[in-house]
């Protein structure tokens, strides 16, 4: 079976949605398969992130967030819990470059991907696909399977 066709079922599939650590290799796998499934594909670019509410701005900006966000960790959960300004059949999130900001405040992290794991559960109550992915390196992946303290992000 073709890979995006597997993948493609994966991605369709509400009951399995939530924040997931990836290999950063599968990044153009993850956006082809959204995008086949006609989902909104969000890339989110953490690089220039030192701390949260640069974080938050840059998901702000890739969600179009309205202008009543907050900027706080409760208006990311509202405007996630919302996104009816971006209607669509299941949303890919890719928060890409979370390496440094993870190691920097690794506490920061774990609170944006709670809240990405509650929306998750929420828009599947709704039938509606939603995914974060959190493509890492290899080497990342490694270190954090070594990692007694390492998040599982799903």
């Known amino acids: 079976?073709?890979?995006?066709?597997?993948?493609?079922?994966?991605?369709?599939?509400?009951?399995?949605?939530?924040?997931?650590?990836?290999?950063?290799?599968?990044?153009?796998s993850l956006v082809e398969a959204g995008r086949?499934?006609?989902?909104?594909?969000?890339?989110?670019?953490?690089?220039?992130?030192?701390?949260?509410?640069?974080?938050?701005r840059e998901i702000a900006?890739?969600?179009?967030?309205?202008?009543?966000f907050g900027g706080n960790l409760d208006a990311l959960a509202d405007c996630l819990n919302d996104l009816s300004w971006?209607?669509?059949?299941?949303?890919?999130?890719?928060l890409e470059h979370i390496g440094d900001w993870r190691e920097r405040a690794p506490d920061e992290v774990d609170d944006v991907i709670d809240i990405l794991n509650d929306a998750a559960a929420r828009w599947a109550d709704d039938q509606v696909p939603f995914w974060s992915f959190l493509p890492l390196s290899a080497r990342e992946l490694e270190t954090m399977g070594n990692d007694e303290d390492a998040l599982p992000a799903g």
């Open 36 to 56: 086949l499934l006609r989902y909104t594909v969000a890339p989110i670019d953490l690089r220039t992130c030192t701390d949260l509410p640069a974080v938050l």
């Open 86 to 94: 971006l209607p669509s059949a299941g949303y890919v999130l890719l």
């Open 1 to 28: 079976m073709n890979i995006s066709v597997e993948l493609g079922s994966l991605l369709a599939d509400p009951g399995q949605t939530g924040a997931y650590f990836v290999d950063a290799r599968d990044r153009e």
């Open 61 to 68: 900006d890739a969600l179009q967030f309205p202008d009543w």
